[in-house]
Each structure stands twice: as structure tokens, then as C-alpha cells.
């Protein structure tokens, strides 16, 4: 592209006539101002250059933060933990402060929450290696370990063994309750929406239960599904009747029920899928060796420790909907993985 | 000039059709939120900080930009290597290559660089400078070249060497625009930050996707009534400098050209300051350097409390080799559909955005209340990211093309808005007063006094818009069948990097062919008639 009014605006003749004719010492005079210009530029750009190509070396300035080596070293010894964004922010952001408090309370060691927008970014922070121990939701969590060898699988809650999707539809689009996975056929040539393209409960399991029910993504309306971006967006969606249907995570669902944001007059459960494992907390590969020895086997141990009995643990357990958690296996996400590739969501 | 909107018969008999009236309720909702912002100390303090990472963001990305920029333009001017070297492939060359940055939008560069080397605040920075970086070079260098090489010829006859000769003779005339442009992109900056934001890479835009997600709308509103306080406070003092150091408008309607001595010698449209006062570039010199001294101490300051490290850029995590990458899979793509959707998209889109903004200004014509409300509408659309115009659009319509293009549209539309009421401003007319003299009502006086005038440059700032629609028709994927976008995003959450980069050349090359079309319509349409 160009400037246009810039770059092509053409030079008018008289303008080149202007500067042959002039006399020297104007030119000379702007030049030197010009040099004066340039002078100051690279004094100013001398000091800003400096720290960008030293981060720890002298600058002019009062250093904001500690020096670089000293801050990697520090944040080494942080556990910094993060979860896929699959509910209100607000709601995150009043969990996961809890669990890092608990957790540094049981372990000894900082702990912190770093928020991440989208499920793809917390596979790749896990991969990349900001993220020490996130929760994960089924799909994403087989995409983390296959992308980080030697990942953890921690645990997992009561529910998450054998954890449910909802359809729901709009109340105006005419969907009746469906009995069967083969009643899911009324869904084609419906506007329909998933939530995350990598939630499990959102749309992997979903996608999966309407091929067994022989509905093909392209049967809907617009050739192609939505995708909300999470399970209070495609609750919100599909009640404004954007969506005549789409698919949820059940606990989302029930929470949206209790607390009146879904409305039974406008959106309803047309069918629950049966259950499959589902979400994860998965661990680095090299906590232990960050951490100190047996780390890994110590957070295992704090997380299914928590009880209702302790108020603090209490809290955390009913914001994730769960009695308790308990040890979890790499082998319970077996059939997540084998979906995942069959859907084309892990290759 | 009106032609364009057009597009809007068919979008309008398609509208109908699109609408659910199930959304008024929350459409309503949100509109009331517009009122009553959230003033809750913990939410502003959240949208404070955020929006305060987004200007960093921005102004580092655009500092970063500038000086990439400047460097890559002499680098690739043919004037510059003709007259230090007497050759003048490198320049063509570098120019070339220059292209494939610059066909990639930002956004893409972000996730990207998100892959390649994780959650650093330095990725948002590094996603606006590598393009940004490749535009200001492209923009500069023909800058550079389109000066008259009078002075320079004549200065390398006095026996002048060849830097002292470019800095003197290109220097001065290059000045004004290169600061004119400068201040443009900085805008650019700020808008892109907000975008990068909505897909998660730091700042004010995450906190905005969520909140709409979530559809916390008081909340929402105070992110957006704070981001627009900055706009609005950039965009006039941008203005405001740009009036005072007398540098040409960007639509550059109003007859500054370019000379040796910049603007002070061409015949200003402002009154005063045609001729060159010595004073006066003595005190634009001073400012200048006033204003450097500030911004440069500053960015650094900037950069160590985001805790930026640019040296973390060079530590790559390499891509997990997942296999069962084959091309098969690439190619089983429904490449004609995609291609053909993204297309259409753009088209709709820049349609209406070109077609609207000056339909919208001869409607109010005759109110002269009804601007100010324009205005304010017009900062709102180029505010918001197209992404989260596309999800308040879902709640009132269904998914699709035509919604997608709405979103784009509409953003859009505020860009184009703005430069055309400001160009319009500027304008002498003399026809316009004329006709209303004779009679003419106010909306036939506009359009056939002034905006006559005004389409060439107009519809040739519009040709490069749609380009730019082109590159950011990947942003609206969210709302469905809308082509290569949705794809991406869909190749992106499954980690096929086969996928990813077969969608990535296509998207180049398709950028690449409409810079080609729209510069081809461009120069058409300046070209004197």
C-alpha cells in the first residue's frame, strides 16, 4: 500500500524552480537545524538503546523491576498456576487467588495465578513453560502432555470421571426433549453452536455424540457450527435465539440455572449425553527438580487433601462444583485422546 | 462516491431475514450499561492498569515500528542506493521481500510469535512493529523517491558527499510527512493493541472479550468509555501537533504538496504560515526535539514496568514435531469456499464502510445537531474491534457472511468517517457556497460543491482501506462461515501447523494481490483526469 495524499501526491514543477533558484544560506541554515534535529535524536535514542541491548547493565533510570538474571532465577522458585477460561472471568478470578492461597499455605513455596484468554493459549503456556500447573479441561489436557512429555496428570474431581454435556435449544425454535442419540438428527439444518473449539465438554464429546447420531458439521444451518467461545457465552446465545441450539458443560449449566442467568422461559435442556472423563490438573515435568525432591507427589497431595470440613477448602470446592478430588491417571483420558484424533483435534 | 453503499440493497434485503428478535432484551441491557458504567474501585483499577498496558503496548510497538521503519525505508529507497552506490536492485530487492511481512496482519503475527516463544509481554510489541515496521518502509521509501532530485543532483554537483547531500536535500521535505505518518500510525497502534488484547495477548482488549462473554456490560462500559477518553485525547493532540507543525493532513486533499522545503512553500490551505519564517521552523526544530527527549526516556521507563524483555524474542521454543503432518490434509481444506468467503466478506465490508460515510454525512446535512452525535458514533465503531462488534451483533442477528461483514464494516466506517469529515472540513468549496447561494438545498450543495471534489482521493484512501479490510477480515472469524479466519482459528486450537502454514501463504498471497488491485485503483484515480 501507499500513503495516497503522500506519495503520490506529484511535486509541482514550480516547487523544484523554488529551490534552484534559491539563495545558499537559507539551506545552509535549515540544514544545520536539521543536523541539530539529528543530533538530538541520537542522544535521545543513545540511553533507550542501552537497557533494551543490556537489560541488566547502568541506565539512566531508577530500575523498575529487579535486574533480568535475578527476576528468571526469582520467578523459578514461583508456582505459577493457571486454568482454561471456560467460565465467567469474574468467576476465575475468584477461584483460582483461593487455590494459590491454599496451595502456598500447604507447600511453603509463592504461588500465583496467571490468567489466560483462550484455551489454546494455556496449552501453549503450559508447553512453553509459564504455566507450572493448570487446569485442564479433557481435550486440552491430552494436547498439553502430548506436547510437553513427562506432563503430570494430578487429579481430577469426583464429577470429572463421568462428566456430562447438555444440549440445550431456544424455546421458540421448536426442538422437543430427545431420547436417544439418534434423536439428534432434529438438530440438522438448525443454527448451532459449540462453545471453545477445544472444549471437551463444549464440543469434542459433542461433535462425537452427533456423528454417532449421524449428524455431520456441515448438516447445519450455514454449512458450518458457531463456536461461542465458552459455556456462559453459548448459554447467552442460544437464549437471544442467535442460536437456535448449542451444547454445554452441565455444570455450567445447572450453576446458570440456580443463579437465574438462564432463562427456563427461553432456553432448555433438550438432552444430556452420557458421561466421560473430563477435567485435569497437570503438573511440569520438572517440578521436582525445581521445587525440591517429591514436590510433584506433595501437590498431588495437598490438592486431594481438601475437604469440606476446612472453610477456606470448602470454598474452593464448591466454586468447582465438587466433594473432593482424588488421584487421576494419564490412562482415564485413553478415550478423550482417541476422540480427539478422530475429530482431527489432536494429530 | 456514494456508489459503494450499493452494497447495502442486497445487505438490507438479507437484513430482515438475519434478525432474531430474541436479543432486544440483552441489546437493550447493554445500551442501558452505556449510562451507568461500573465504578467499582476493584473493576476501574483492573480496566485502568489493563488500558495502561495497551497504550504501552502501543507506544512501544509504534516506537519499535518507527526506527525499524525509517531504517528499512532508506534501505530500500532506489534514490538512495543510486546515489550512494549508482545501483538500485538492493533496493528492489529489499522491497520485494518487505511484502511478506506487511501481508500479515497483526493479529497473526501475535499468535504466531505466541507459539513460538510463549506469554511475553514483548509478543504483542514484537505483532504491531514487524508489519508496522514493513508498512512505515514501503510508505517512506516512496516518499523518498518521489521527491524531486533537484536539490540532491544539485548538491552532489557541488561536490558534496553523498550522506551530507541526502540529509540535506531529502531531509527537510521529508519531515512533515514523515511526522504526519507517524502520528497516523501511532493511532493505528492503539487500535491494534485494543485487538491483540481481544485474542489474549495482554492488556485492555482480554478484559473486554470477557466482559462481553460474560456479558458484564456496566463493566464493559467502563473499559470502553476509558478507552475512548484516551482516543479521542490522542487523536486531537495528534491533530493538534500536526496543525502546529504544519504538516499536511493525511488525505492531503487540500493542495499542500510537496517541495523541496516542505509544506511552508506549497500554498497551505490555512491561512496563515505559507511562507517559511525562520522562526517558525526554529520552533518546530525545538519541539521536535523537546518531544524526543520526552518519549525516548519515557518508552524506556515504559518498557521496565511492563517488564518487556526484548532479548526473550530470541529465545525460541521450537514447535512440538506432533507428526501426522501431511499435505493431504492441507489440501483436503475446502480452499475454493474459504477463499471465495473471505472475499465476498471484504467486499460487503469495504462497501459499506466507503458507501456509508459519506451517505451518512449528506443524510445529517441538514441537521447540524446530528454531527456531534455522528462523531461520537464514529469514535465508538473505530474503538471497537471488530471481533466484539461481531458478538453484539450475534445476540440481534443470526451468524454469517452479512454479520461478519457488518462487524468489519462498521469499524471501518469510523476510520474512514473520521478522515472524510475532516478532509470535507479542510476543503475550500467555493461550489458548495455557490450552489447554496443559488438555492441548493444543503445535502445536493454538499454533494455536488464539495464532495465532488473530494472523490478521487477519497474512493483512493477507500481502495487502500479495503486492503486493509482484506488483512483484517481474519479477525471476524468468531462469528461463523466467514471463510479463511474461522479456518485458522480452527487449525490454530487443533495445532495443525501444516494447516496453519498452508492458510498463512494463502492469506499472503491474497493480501498481495489486493495491494496490487488496490494501488492499481489508487493511481488511477489520482492520476490527473
Known amino acids: 500500500m501507499a500513503w495516497p495524499g503522500l506519495g503520490n501526491s506529484s511535486p509541482v514543477p514550480d516547487g523544484l524552480q523554488a529551490t534552484l533558484t534559491l539563495p545558499f544560506t537559507p539551506l545552509m541554515a535549515i540544514r544545520a537545524r536539521w543536523a541539530a534535529v539529528l543530533a538530538g535524536l541520537s542522544l535521545v535514542l543513545l540511553p533507550s538503546a542501552l537497557p533494551w541491548g543490556n537489560p541488566g547493565g547502568p541506565s539512566l533510570l531508577p530500575p523498575a523491576r529487579a535486574e533480568q538474571p535475578q527476576g528468571q532465577e526469582q520467578s523459578n522458585k514461583v508456582l505459577r498456576i493457571g486454568a482454561i477460561p471456560d467460565q465467567k472471568p469474574e468467576k476465575l478470578n475468584r477461584l483460582y487467588p483461593l487455590v494459590a492461597a491454599e496451595l502456598e499455605r500447604q507447600l511453603g513455596v509463592p504461588v500465583t495465578y496467571v490468567p489466560v484468554v483462550d484455551y489454546t493459549a494455556a496449552v501453549t503456556a503450559f508447553r512453553t513453560g509459564d504455566l507450572d500447573l493448570v487446569w485442564f479441561g479433557g481435550l486440552t489436557g491430552v494436547q498439553a502432555r502430548l506436547q510437553k512429555p513427562g506432563a503430570q496428570v494430578l487429579a481430577q474431581r469426583d464429577i470429572d470421571v463421568a462428566f456430562h454435556s447438555i444440549f440445550i435449544a431456544n424455546t421458540g425454535s421448536g426442538l422437543k426433549q430427545i431420547r436417544d442419540v439418534k434423536g439428534l438428527t432434529e438438530l440438522k439444518g438448525k443454527r448451532f453452536t459449540f462453545g471453545s473449539e477445544s472444549s471437551t465438554s463444549g464440543r469434542l464429546m459433542p461433535q462425537y455424540f452427533l456423528a454417532k447420531g449421524g449428524v455431520k458439521l456441515a448438516d447445519f444451518a450455514g454449512g458450518a457450527p458457531g463456536f461461542s467461545g465458552s459455556h456462559d457465552t453459548t448459554i447467552a446465545l442460544v437464549q437471544s435465539g442467535a442460536y437456535d441450539a448449542g451444547v454445554v458443560n452441565e455444570q455450567v449449566w445447572r450453576t446458570s440455572l440456580r443463579d437465574g442467568r438462564a432463562n427456563r422461559a427461553k432456553v432448555a435442556a433438550i438432552w444430556r449425553t452420557p458421561g466421560y472423563p473430563d477435567y485435569h490438573w497437570i503438573g511440569q515435568p520438572n517440578l521436582d527438580q525445581r521445587f525440591g525432591k517429591g514436590f510433584s507427589r506433595k501437590l498431588q497431595g495437598a490438592i486431594i487433601s481438601w475437604r469440606t470440613t476446612n472453610p477456606q477448602q470448602k470454598q474452593i470446592l464448591t466454586l468447582f462444583g465438587a466433594q473432593q478430588f482424588s488421584k487421576a491417571t494419564a490412562a482415564s483420558y485413553k478415550q478423550i485422546e482417541q476422540v480427539g484424533r478422530q475429530i482431527g483435534k489432536i494429530r | ?529
Open chain 2, 1 to 529: 462516491m456514494v456508489a459503494p453503499a450499493l452494497v447495502l440493497i442486497p445487505v438490507l434485503v438479507l437484513l430482515p431475514g438475519l434478525v432474531h428478535g430474541g436479543g432486544v432484551d440483552l441489546l437493550k441491557e447493554f445500551l442501558q450499561a452505556a449510562f451507568s458504567p461500573s465504578l467499582d474501585p476493584l473493576v476501574l483499577g483492573s480496566t485502568v492498569s489493563g488500558l495502561g498496558i495497551t497504550v504501552g503496548i502501543a507506544l512501544l510497538g509504534w516506537a519499535a515500528s518507527g526506527l525499524m521503519g525509517l531504517a528499512l525505508a532508506l534501505a530500500s529507497s532506489r534514490q538512495i542506493w543510486s546515489s550512494c552506490c549508482g545501483q538500485t536492485w538492493p533496493a528492489n530487492l529489499l522491497r520485494r521481500l518487505l511484502a511478506v511481512p506487511r501481508s500479515i496482519h497483526e493479529l497473526l503475527w501475535g499468535l504466531l510469535l505466541l507459539q513460538l516463544i510463549g506469554l511475553q509481554p514483548a509478543v504483542a510489541i514484537a505483532a504491531i512493529a514487524i508489519p508496522y515496521a514493513a508498512l512505515v518502509a514501503r510508505v517512506l521509501s516512496d516518499q523518498i523517491d518521489a521527491l524531486p532530485s533537484g536539490a540532491l543532483a544539485a548538491l552532489r554537483c557541488a561536490g558534496v558527499a553523498a550522506p551530507q547531500a541526502l540529509v540535506t536535500a531529502l531531509g527537510p521535505p521529508l519531515l512533515p510527512g514523515l511526522l504526519s505518518y507517524g502520528g497516523y500510525r501511532l493511532e493505528c497502534a492503539l487500535r491494534s493493541a485494543t485487538l491483540l488484547g481481544v485474542f489474549g495477548l495482554g492488556g485492555l482488549g482480554t478484559e473486554l472479550k470477557l466482559c462481553l462473554q460474560s456479558l458484564e456490560f456496566h463493566e464493559l462500559w467502563t473499559g470502553l468509555w476509558l478507552l475512548l477518553a484516551v482516543m479521542l485525547l490522542l487523536e486531537t493532540g495528534l491533530a493538534g501537533l500536526r496543525r502546529r507543525w504544519l504538516m499536511p493532513r493525511r488525505l492531503g486533499l487540500g493542495g499542500l504538496t510537496f517541495t523541496p522545503l516542505g509544506p511552508e512553500s506549497g500554498t497551505g490551505t490555512r491561512g496563515k504560515g505559507q511562507t517559511a519564517l525562520p522562526d517558525d521552523l526554529g520552533r518546530r526544530g525545538r519541539e521536535l526535539v523537546l518531544a524526543l527527549v520526552v518519549l525516548g526516556p519515557l518508552l524506556v521507563w515504559l518498557a521496565r514496568a511492563m517488564g518487556v524483555q526484548p532479548l526473550a524474542l530470541l529465545h525460541w521454543q521450537p514447535l512440538p514435531n506432533l507428526g501426522g503432518s501431511s499435505w493431504a490434509s492441507v489440501l483436503a481444506l475446502p480452499w475454493p469456499q474459504l477463499v471465495g468467503s473471505t472475499l465476498l466478506l471484504t467486499l460487503v465490508a469495504a462497501g459499506l464502510a466507503v458507501g456509508l460515510a459519506p451517505l451518512l454525512l449528506l443524510v445529517i446535512a441538514p441537521w447540524p445537531w446530528a454531527r456531534p452525535l455522528l462523531q461520537l458514533t464514529w469514535a465508538l465503531a473505530r474503538l471497537w474491534p471488530p471481533p466484539l462488534s461481531a458478538l453484539l451483533l450475534l445476540l440481534l442477528l443470526k451468524p454469517g457472511l452479512v454479520t461478519a461483514a457488518l462487524a468489519l464494516g462498521f469499524h471501518n466506517l469510523g476510520i474512514l468517517g473520521r478522515l472524510l469529515l475532516e478532509a470535507s472540513d479542510d476543503y475550500q468549496a467555493p461550489a458548495e457556497i455557490a450552489l447554496q447561494g443559488a438555492g441548493v438545498g444543503p445535502r445536493l450543495a454538499l454533494f455536488y460543491g464539495r464532495f465532488s471534489g473530494l472523490a478521487r482521493s477519497y474512493l483512493a484512501y477507500g481502495a487502500y482501506r479495503s486492503d486493509v479490510m482484506l488483512r483484517e477480515s481474519v479477525v471476524v472469524g468468531l462469528v461463523g462461515a466467514a471463510g479463511l479466519g474461522t479456518q485458522l482459528l480452527e487449525s490454530l486450537s487443533s495445532f495443525a501447523w501444516d494447516q496453519l502454514l498452508g492458510l498463512l501463504v494463502v492469506y499472503a498471497l491474497l493480501t498481495l494481490v489486493g495491494e496490487d488491485l488496490s494501488d492499481r485503483a489508487r493511481l488511477r484515480l489520482l492520476s490527473p483526469a
